[in-house]
């Protein structure tokens, strides 16, 4: 049996990043080696997702620990280095000391909107407009790369969630069951949305009680 010295607070983040990666895999909110996540184990270190594996069969000794730079301070098991889409993650806690947790997935009917171009329909659900608000989407960037991180900085800062055209989708969450619980919501949305759109007309809610929706807000 292999031991690992780490505290029982980070043993149950890592123990929730695997948990929340078999849920995404399951769901179908990311295929192969797609997708990538992190937490906060303190102001200076994060915790992320290995490169290359199959975010739905991960281990917690697959983790890697990043300092806000993203330099590697602890490889995961086997030597495995982090996300290659880390930068994205450093710059949503920069622009976000409140959070503690950014989950980047693949969802297939909210990338389908992207893919056509569709702005996410922000005011066709109760729940939306009620608990997550305006979902923008990004300029297009070149992924794995500075481009990503840059994209979502105007945005980050003031939305719990970013589109990434032709790629995925990113939320923040004080915890990693929030991000997720923003990250599944925004799915159910866009696929309510694209059913309606096959089905007829996708009307949004009237201005009047969006207003008081966002007043109760």
Known sequence: MRRFRWGLREQRLREALVEIGA??????????NDGNFSVRLDARRILITPRGRSKGWL?????VVLDMEGRVLQMGYGGAGPSSEWPMHIEAYRQ????????????????ALTVSG???PSEVLLEVVMTIGKVP???LAVPSSEDDALAIREWIRDHQAVLLPHHGVVTIGRTLEEAWVILERIEY????????RVLGEARPLP???LA???SAG
């Open 137 to 139: 989407t990004a300029r």
């Open 207 to 209: 201005p009047e009680f």
């Open 118 to 120: 569709v702005p996410f």
């Open 189 to 196: 949305a866009a696929k309510v949305y694209l059913l309606s």
């Open 212 to 214: 008081v929706l966002t």
């Open 23 to 32: 849920r995404l895999y399951a769901r179908g909110l990311i295929s192969a």
């Open 96 to 111: 976000r000391p409140d959070i503690a947790a950014v989950l980047h997935a693949h969802p297939p009917f909210t990338v």
């Open 59 to 63: 281990r917690p000794e697959d983790m």
